[in-house]
């Protein structure tokens, strides 16, 4: 069974950084893609950032985050990453990666990134 787990997440001031982590226990045949989302309380699902992770290897980022937010893949170890950088409080937001594959969707449990002073 495929498990997502990520790690990374706590509380940040504004203007710090944070590295997200979402390593994929087990084997995924076929990845199309990964990515992060996020959940801000009171709105729906966003997408943050993603990453194909075929040839083009093609990156889109939210306007929210560009400049700001990189997002990286290992491959070999199924793990996505999510640098984020200059953080805002309205960052704040529970943070989920997904990984879509050919036949399924994997998402992570989630972790919490709060931006506060």
């Known amino acids: 069974q495929v498990q997502l787990v990520e790690s990374g997440g706590g509380l940040v001031q504004p203007g710090g950084s944070r590295r997200l982590s979402c390593a994929a226990s087990g084997y995924i045949f076929s990845i199309n893609s990964m990515g992060w989302y996020r959940q801000a309380p009171g709105k729906e699902r966003e997408l943050v950032a993603n990453?194909?992770?075929?040839?083009?290897?093609?990156?889109t980022y939210a306007d929210s985050v560009k400049g700001r937010f990189t997002i990286s893949r290992d491959n070999a170890k199924n793990t996505v990453y999510l640098q984020m950088n200059s953080l805002k409080p309205e960052d704040t937001a529970v943070y989920y990666c997904?990984?879509?594959?050919?036949?399924?969707?994997?998402w992570g449990q989630g972790t919490q990134v709060t931006v506060s002073s």
């Open positions: 990453i194909i992770t075929g040839r083009s290897g093609h990156i």
């Open positions: 997904c990984i879509r594959a050919i036949s399924s969707d994997y």
